[in-house]
């Protein structure tokens, strides 16, 4: 059955109340006015038939009463008239024997109107008036007594019996009237009753469905509906019946895919042999490899601060990529060995570690953690430690003969040991040349073992702006002049002194201006810049030269790395010292440049402000 047809069926009862109701009704009113009729039928036609007989017999009376007192004719026609109708009127109540008693009555009331008729006919007989009246009172009038007293005990017992129906009728109204309050009570609550519980019979599939959608929404794919029947409800809970076996079946395969994907990728970074480990953008640990849990000790589990038992140092580190990642600013990565951290591990003894890090992207593409790889650089480590050493001993027992050399060489080119030609002392000029460059690079090599076993000492002075970039440029003008490329400068005012080691700024400088000068064709232009941001002095130096291709840019900081096809002279360092002499002072140096239009070279200096 259709719910439709249900809910159609539950509003039967109180119709079918209604029904019985309305017939109770018509029924009972009927016979109420029914009994109404019979009172009139039944007696109200005897009384008006009675009364009339009485008023007739009056006037045969009062006929009677004129003829003695002398006015016979008028007496006569009187009584005439009268006869008929009293004869009809009597016909009447003998056809409306209703009462008990009344059959008697009314033939009481015939015998004594015969009597009375034929006392009358009688008197009409009498010869005179005196022997009329005489009739009159003996017989006539007798007789006119008894038939009226007839017809008033007629009038009488139909009177009696309308008030005892009406009585009746009254008490039958009054008992209708509880009848219809009674009826209309118990149809009300009969109807009331199986129409409510109709309704719910009908409608308590829907609960049940709506029980099973709720435990559903909070979760619980186990629930199913249960509604029996063909309806459109029992219809609605099959489909989603269907709908929580499919979501039950997609569930348990996507855990189960989840799952297995997961112990997938724990075996993935659990075979690296670099510490991984996983951070929250809040800085909570949401997953460590193998590596990671042997060599920092840190455990997944550890609620709290999960970092607590890292050391210090490295833990600073972490916290420093970490907050790059999870910033905003991309990928990190290192830009160099200097930047592995000491790590003491139990068997292996010291280890460094490289960091990197990746951001891990949400649902909508936000960054919520962050992938933190600890490349172990040991080997690379000792190994640059070994070339350092041996560039730094190279170099070192480099300086010594070579400065003899140049001493010689000087000595033979300026004729002090004897006359030279011409032609060798352009030689011995060539030869001083290269010697001063071979020196040049023995001082950068020095410099950079210097600097790179920790032991730059910076000697930090407060210096004018002005005097610092212009010794850097004269340095160079020569060189530029040579080459025909213009040398400008551009000092914000903001900046008239700052606090630096002045030797080894001017350095810095003279290297990123000769570079620009040397990779710049004639008629181009190398100009400085100097600006503030904020806690920051910044210096830019500008070239118009053949620019560097993007793959180079990251690079040429390295040390002993030379673009191929740069000119021949340099031995790759300058670019590696000079940001390790603005990392020293606290700042950074990068390069921004597009091939074909030329570089700019920055660097920052953290530098108070001023006033
Ligand atoms: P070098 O002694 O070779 O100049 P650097 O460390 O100063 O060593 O520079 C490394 C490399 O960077 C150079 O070989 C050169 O190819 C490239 N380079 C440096 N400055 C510039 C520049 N202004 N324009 C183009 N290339 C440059």
Not at 79 to 88: M, V
Not at 456 to 472: I, N, T
């Amino acid at each position: 059955m259709t719910l439709r047809s249900r809910l159609l069926l539950a509003q039967a009862p109180l119709v079918l109340a209604l029904l019985f109701l309305g017939a109770t009704a018509v029924i009972t009113l009927a016979r109420v006015g029914r009994s109404g009729q019979q009172v009139l039928e039944d007696n109200y036609r005897s009384v008006l038939a009675t009364q009339r007989i009485t008023e007739q017999l009056e006037r045969m009376d009062s006929a009677a009463l004129f003829i003695i007192a002398g006015e016979r004719e008028r007496g006569l026609t009187q009584q005439a008239t009268q006869r008929p109708s009293l004869e009809s009127e009597l016909g009447i109540q003998q056809g409306n024997i209703t009462e008990p008693g009344e059959a008697e009555a009314t033939q009481r009331l015939r015998t004594a109107w015969t009597k009375y008729r034929e006392e009358f006919d009688a008197f009409l007989q009498a010869q005179d008036t005196e022997a009329a009246r005489t009739r009159y009172f003996e017989s006539l009038s007798p007789a006119f007594q008894e038939a009226k007293a007839a017809a008033s005990s007629v009038l009488a017992l139909n009177q009696d019996a309308m008030v005892r129906k009406n009585d009746r009728l009254r008490q039958q109204s009054e008992r209708v009237n509880t009848l219809m309050v009674l009826a209309v009570v118990a149809a009300l609550g009969f109807g009331l009753f199986f129409t409510t519980s109709l309704v719910q019979r009908a409608l308590r599939p829907v609960s049940v469905l709506s029980q099973a959608v709720r435990r559903l929404g909070q979760g619980d794919v186990e629930a199913r509906a249960v509604v029996e029947g063909r309806d459109e409800i029992a219809g609605l809970a099959r489909d989603f019946n269907t709908m929580a076996e499919r979501l039950a079946q997609y569930r348990k395969s996507s855990l189960g895919e989840l799952l297995q994907a997961q112990a997938v990728s724990q075996a993935a970074i659990d075979s690296l042999p670099d510490p991984v480990l996983v951070l929250g953008a809040e800085g909570g640990l949401l997953n460590v490899n193998a590596a990671a849990e042997d060599v920092l000790h840190l455990r997944l589990d550890e609620g709290g601060d999960a970092l607590g038992r890292v050391e210090p140092e490295v833990r600073a580190v972490l916290e420093r990529v970490r907050a790059h990642v999870v910033g905003g600013r991309g990928t990190y990565q290192p830009r160099g060995y200097e930047e592995a951290v000491r790590v003491e591990a139990s068997p292996e003894g010291v280890r460094w570690l490289l960091p990197r890090g990746s951001p891990v992207h949400g649902e909508t593409g936000d960054v919520v953690g962050a992938t933190l790889i600890l490349q172990d650089v040991t080997r690379l480590r000792r190994f640059d430690e070994l070339k350092n050493d041996l560039v730094a001993t190279v170099a070192h027992e480099f300086r010594t003969p070579l400065t003899s050399l140049r001493m010689a060489i000087h000595l033979v080119a300026e004729g002090v040991v004897g006359q030279v030609t011409e032609k060798q002392a352009d030689l011995l000029f060539a030869a001083r040349e290269d010697c001063e460059r071979l020196q040049g690079i023995v001082d950068d090599l020095l410099d950079l073992s210097r600097i790179q076993s920790g032991q730059l000492q910076l000697d930090v002075r407060e210096v004018s702006m002005e005097e610092l970039v212009e010794q850097a440029l004269s340095a160079q003008r020569t060189l530029a002049e040579d080459r025909g490329v213009r040398l400008s400068q551009s000092l914000s005012p903001d900046v008239e002194t700052v606090r630096v080691d002045p030797d080894r700024l001017q350095l810095v400088l003279g290297n990123l201006v000769g570079n620009g000068v040397k990779h710049t064709p004639q008629a181009g232009e190398v100009s400085v810049r100097v600006s503030r941001e904020g806690t920051h002095v910044r210096f830019e130096v500008k070239d118009t030269g053949e620019g560097i291709p993007a793959q180079e840019q990251a690079r040429i900081f390295e040390k002993f790395y030379r673009a191929p096809g740069a000119p021949a002279g340099g031995a790759g360092l300058g670019l590696s010292i000079a940001r390790d002499i603005v990392q020293a002072h606290g700042g950074e140096l990068g390069v921004v440049s597009t091939q074909g239009q030329g570089s700019t070279f920055w660097f920052t200096l953290p530098q108070p402000e001023q006033g």
